[in-house]
């Protein structure tokens, strides 16, 4: 196990009716809140009335920017960042999901610098000060709630580009899985697909080959990422299927569970942050297709890592590394299947002819990350592999496939 040091500040509140908790939390930071929220749900189902009356009760004055999109667009971070600093807000509070804590995130960056927004995710300006930020969560998946990345999308150039700092650690976070709970299924299995995809860029590309205590980690909340959400999905209102959900995706990506593994990289999110920064695509739908893709595509290389997974997830007991490996992809694609995920580029809407489009635009997010074994060739090489459909004898794969968008 390399060194490490393991810091999170954020504060979770979880539980029933932790939501009322949100207007007391934020006002400790600052007495002029900016919300920040999406486009219509958070008003349908009666979450904003709940926010928005306990942040008033608390003595917050509110400014509201609402309309972040499922995939978070600069655009829209810029405007919010002017309401904030017109607004003078001392605390920006997110109601939502993780596009929504990420646009939060990005204003709360922007707020007191000059230069772009931008030039964070470039890697052409460090950050040095952020205002406080508190969080309700409705989404359960990206873990934005409780670590220090945000991830938006540059129309203008189209560049889907990811960056982290300490400074960006939500103050208090509300964990609410009653919150969750109208969260439609696509949505409910993207969020699972997309922190199974957290944790697998930390379980298959670890430097370090000797960590048992996280590798048991992981792979138990992979297990329960796939559990929760057949249980949500079985029964929307399942209260302790949703906090599972919720709490694995958020200890997916708080810090924990990549302690002591030494360098790590996210070839698999590079890639999908091109495919949904060039065609729009939800984030977990992009990462269903991409992991199985990568897997594919690494399965020679990594047979032993997978098919050490494999026998702890689903119990394969073959002696030949490379038959378990296989195995545990088909698997894993069944469990895909059996949550009506996309498989392919093609159940995507993608066409196989995009695919040097894809891998070309992975060049700036791959410098910036320092991926420099990710080029456009390899990308290329691992598109392919996301073009055919699962082996018939894999198994019977359930589902109609969806198109996205």
Same mark, same amino acid.
Request: contains cysteine; neutral net charge; charged residues 20%.
């Given at each position: ?79 919010? *960042? ?93 964990? $609410? ?32 080959? $000797? ?10 909340? *992979? ?27 958020? !200890? ?42 990568? !897997? ?46 996309? !498989? ?9 002819? $995009?695919?040097?489009?894809?891998? $070309? ?45």
């Amino acid at each position: 196990m390399h060194n490490f040091v393991f810091h999170n500040p954020t504060k979770i509140l979880f539980g029933q009716g932790t939501v009322e908790a949100i207007g007391p939390e934020t006002r400790a930071w600052g007495r002029r809140a900016l919300l920040v929220y999406g486009r219509s749900s958070l008003k349908r189902h009666g979450l904003y009335q709940r926010i928005l009356a306990s942040l008033q009760a608390a003595g917050l004055e509110v400014a509201e920017h609402g309309d972040v999109r499922a995939n978070p667009v600069l655009t829209h971070a810029r405007q919010g *960042i002017d309401k904030a600093r017109a607004w003078q807000a001392e605390v920006i509070v997110a109601a939502g999901g993780g596009s929504v804590i990420d646009t939060a995130k990005a204003i709360a960056a922007g707020v007191s610098v000059e230069h772009d927004v931008w030039k964070f995710f470039t890697g052409k300006k460090s950050l040095k000060a952020a205002l406080p930020v508190t969080t309700v969560l409705t989404l359960a998946g990206s873990g934005s709630e409780m670590n220090s990345g945000m991830v938006l999308t540059n129309e203008g150039t189209g560049e889907k580009f990811g960056f982290g700092h300490r400074l960006l650690h939500p103050k208090t976070s509300i964990l $609410d899985p009653q919150a969750t709970c109208t969260v439609p299924p696509d949505q409910t299995a993207f969020g699972a697909i997309d922190a199974i995809s957290h944790l697998l860029e930390f379980y298959l590309t670890a430097a370090d080959p $000797d960590t048992p205590v996280q590798d048991r980690l992981m792979e138990g909340l *992979i297990e329960n990422s796939m559990v929760a959400c057949d249980r949500c999905l079985r029964d929307p209102l399942d209260y302790h299927g949703r906090a599972n959900l919720m709490w694995t995706t958020c !200890l997916a990506l708080n810090g924990l569970t990549a302690a002591g593994l030494g360098r790590v990289g996210f070839p698999m999110h590079l890639i999908e942050h091109s495919l949904s920064a060039l065609y729009d695509v939800p984030h977990g739908a992009g990462m269903a297709v991409v992991v199985l893709g990568w !897997l594919r595509a690494q399965q020679t290389v990594l047979a032993q890592r997978i098919a050490g997974l494999g026998r702890r997830l689903f119990g394969l007991d073959e002696p030949d590394p490379q038959l378990v490996a296989a195995r545990t992809i088909a698997r894993f694609a069944q469990w895909l299947a059996s949550v009506n995920a996309p !498989l392919t580029l093609g159940d995507l809407g993608i066409p196989a002819a $995009d695919i040097p489009r894809i891998a $070309d635009n992975t060049r700036g997010l791959a410098r910036v990350w320092r991926l420099a074994d990710s080029t456009p060739e390899r990308v290329a090489a691992i598109l392919r592999h996301c073009l055919a459909r699962p082996d018939a004898d894999n198994g019977n794969l359930p589902g109609e496939w969806r198109h996205y968008p």
